[in-house]
Structures are given as structure tokens and as C-alpha cells.
């Protein structure tokens, strides 16, 4: 069954764990006047998370489905969720739109620009565009202004059965999850770019309250903090030419 835990005001954390990955697949919804959930979610989870969110409130009411990037476990259920909600739209980044979701998708999207704004009623989300942080061109995160939260997908990846929120140490969570990720069959994941440090530090200057992570715990606190140790791990881990060589 999955956990519902509100994360910050208005923010709520709907996880479901996947015990064969040792791994929590994080859906965020926001109430708002339009709803917005972050992360439609696999197909195969549709049922679990439609029925958690009823909890809260009629899922045919969710105006924005919105996620970072192009991927079964962020957008397989998108059409699912269109079926049911007739005022829903998808938002994502504008490559995302152009590239494959408006093909995928039984509705067109809504393409969203660097620092453009989708307002939900008293909630106001920033879309901050982050090509192969973590990784795909399309990716995009959504920061919400009102109460700084800032909805960062994949980013700070780490496994296990863990606490909806904490104020330890995320960064290394995600350092010892992305060490195991290279050390396996799903290695190479997570690029280094020339953009990487770049992107990483703009997201830092957002200056976040709470990092809502799709895979493991959210975290409250030094948001801008966690930003630069991660960029660090990502440049120490990834950086170098021999890509990951350093990780072994």
C-alpha cells in the first residue's frame, strides 16, 4: 500500500516501495485550486496512486501532471491520469513536448521554457530546464516559489526503505546509491557534461527548503548546501575523461 506523508504545506509525498529494487518510486501532489501531481508514475502503479490520491482529493480534478523527463517510471501512466481527469494536461520541458510526449500523449502538452511559470492558484512553480541532469536532453525540474520546494526527479538518488523526510546528510546517500548504480548493470546513467557544474550551481542559487527526491528520502534544509556537495560528488565520481573509471 502506499505511504502518504505531507512533506511541506499543501505537498504530498506518495510513495510506493519496489522491494526487488530495494527502491521507492516517489509521486508528489500538490493541492492547489488546479491540482498538480509530479511523476504520473508507471502504468502497472496507476491503480495504487490513483487510489492513495483519492485520499486527498478526486483524482479527476488534477488539472497539471508534470515531470523532469521522458520515462517509463516519471510518465507511464500520463494517459492514464488524461482518461480520467478531462481538464488535465501534461507540462514538462519544451524538447520533452516536441520530442516525444506529444506523440506519446492522448492530449497535447504544455511546453515549458527556462524560468517560465505555471501558476496553480497560490502555488507559483518555476520550470529550471537541466539537459542530462540526471540525465535525458529533455530533463526539467519544476521549483515552487511560494514555499521553496523544489521538485528535483532523480537527482539525489538514493535506495532503500527510507523516512518520507529528513535533515541528515542526503548527499551522502546519493554518493554511496550512485557508487552502486556504477558498479552495476545499469551503470553510465547518470552523465558529467560541460553543463553539469553550471546547471547544478543555478539550481544551488534557487536556494530550496525542501528537496523532493523521487527515489529515497526528501530532505528540509541548506537546499543550496546540498547542491554544491553534490555537484562536487558528481565532478569527483564522473568528471574525470575516463568517465567512469573513478568510481571502480
Request: contains cysteine.
Amino acid at each position: 500500500m502506499p505511504k502518504v506523508d505531507e512533506i511541506a504545506p499543501d505537498v504530498f509525498r506518495i510513495s510506493i516501495l519496489e522491494p526487488q529494487f530495494n527502491l521507492q518510486f516517489n509521486h508528489f501532489l500538490i493541492r492547489d485550486e488546479e491540482p498538480l501531481l509530479f511523476h504520473a508514475g508507471y502504468k502497472r502503479m496507476f491503480p495504487e496512486l490513483r487510489e492513495a490520491i483519492r485520499r486527498l482529493l478526486k483524482p479527476e480534478s488534477i488539472r497539471w501532471i508534470s515531470f523532469s523527463h521522458f520515462e517509463s517510471d516519471e510518465c507511464g501512466a500520463l494517459n492514464h491520469w488524461l482518461e480520467i481527469a478531462p481538464k488535465a494536461q501534461a507540462a514538462c520541458s519544451f524538447v520533452g513536448a516536441m520530442v516525444s510526449v506529444n506523440d506519446f500523449a492522448i492530449r497535447p502538452a504544455r511546453g515549458l521554457t527556462q524560468d517560465e511559470v505555471l501558476a496553480t492558484g497560490k502555488y507559483r512553480f518555476r520550470f529550471c530546464s537541466t539537459a542530462h541532469i540526471p540525465h535525458g536532453w529533455d530533463g526539467g525540474v519544476l521549483f515552487e516559489e511560494t514555499r521553496r520546494t523544489l521538485f528535483c526527479s532523480d537527482l539525489f538518488f538514493h535506495t532503500g526503505d527510507v523516512e518520507p523526510l529528513t535533515e541528515s546528510d542526503i548527499v551522502g546517500r546519493a554518493r554511496a546509491s550512485l557508487l552502486e548504480l556504477e558498479n552495476g548493470p545499469l551503470a553510465g546513467s547518470v552523465p558529467y557534461t560541460p553543463q553539469t557544474a553550471g546547471i547544478m550551481a543555478r539550481l544551488g542559487s534557487l536556494k530550496p527548503h525542501t528537496l523532493a527526491t523521487m527515489h529515497g528520502s526528501s530532505f528540509v534544509g541548506d537546499g543550496e548546501r546540498a547542491f554544491q556537495d553534490m555537484a562536487g560528488s558528481l565532478k569527483e565520481l564522473l568528471g574525470n575523461p575516463a568517465g567512469s573509471a573513478s568510481v571502480a
